[in-house]
C-alpha cells in the first residue's frame, strides 16, 4: 500500500510544503539569473546603501546576485524547505538573510529602499496597500521593481520586459 512506502510520505510531504503557499502568495518559480542581471543593469542600478527586501524569495537567488552591491538584503518566505535552501547557499554572504515569514504580517526593515516582487495578479492589490502603509510608517518613499503582474492602479517610472519599477510614496496625513 502506498501509505507504507517512506516515498509517498517524502513526496506528499513535498507536495504539502509547495503547495500550501498558494494561500498566501505566489506559488514557487524562480526568476531566471539573467533576467535579474538585465533588470538591475536597465530598470535600476543598485546602491551602496541600499537595503532590497524580497517579497517571497524563494531559494535566495535575488539576495545572493544583489548583496554585493549593496548595504544588505532581506528575504521573506513562508516554505521552510526554500529557507532551508536559501540559508545554505546564502551562508558566505554575511549580509543576506532569510526570514521564514509570511510578508503579510511581517514589518519591513526600517531602512527599506528597495522592494523586489514576483508575484501573481491576485496579491497585487494587496501587496500595493501594503507597501504603501510601510512607506507611511517609515516616512519614506521605497522603490518597488515588480516581475510578471504588474501594479494597475499607479503608472510605472520605468519598464523593462516583464519588469516595472515603481514609487510608493507614504501617505500624507
Ligand atoms: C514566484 S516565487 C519567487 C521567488 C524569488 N523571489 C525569485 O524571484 O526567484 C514566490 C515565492 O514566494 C513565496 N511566498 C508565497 N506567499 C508568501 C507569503 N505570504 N510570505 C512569504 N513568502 C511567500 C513562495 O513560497 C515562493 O517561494
Known amino acids: 500500500m502506498a501509505t507504507n512506502n517512506p516515498w509517498f510520505w517524502l513526496f506528499f510531504g513535498v507536495v504539502l510544503l509547495f503547495g500550501f503557499v498558494v ?5 514557487y518559480v524562480p526568476t531566471q539569473r539573467k ?6 543593469s536597465k530598470l535600476y542600478v543598485l ?3 541600499d537595503v532590497l527586501v524580497d517579497v517571497g524569495s524563494g531559494d535566495g537567488r535575488v539576495m545572493r546576485l544583489v548583496a554585493p552591491r549593496i548595504k544588505r ?13 536559501s540559508k545554505l ?17 511581517a ?9 523586489y516582487a514576483f508575484s501573481v495578479s491576485r496579491d497585487v492589490r494587496k501587496l500595493t496597500e501594503k507597501l504603501k502603509a ?14 510578471g503582474a504588474g501594479i494597475d492602479s499607479l503608472k510605472p517610472d520605468k519598464s523593462y520586459q516583464a519588469f516595472k519599477l515603481y514609487t510608493i510614496h507614504p501617505l500624507q496625513a
Open 89 to 105: 547557499l546564502s551562508r558566505k554572504q554575511h549580509n543576506v538573510e532569510t526570514r521564514l515569514a509570511d510578508f503579510w504580517v
Open 47 to 49: 546602491q551602496p546603501n
Open 107 to 115: 514589518k519591513l526593515p526600517d531602512d527599506v529602499t528597495v522592494v
Open 73 to 85: 538584503a532581506i528575504g521573506y518566505e513562508l516554505n521552510p524547505a526554500l529557507v532551508f535552501i
Open 35 to 40: 533576467y535579474l542581471i538585465a533588470a538591475f
Open 134 to 147: 510601510e512607506a507611511t510608517r517609515i516616512g519614506r518613499d521605497i522603490k518597488v521593481i515588480t516581475y
Open 23 to 27: 494561500f498566501r502568495g505566489a506559488p
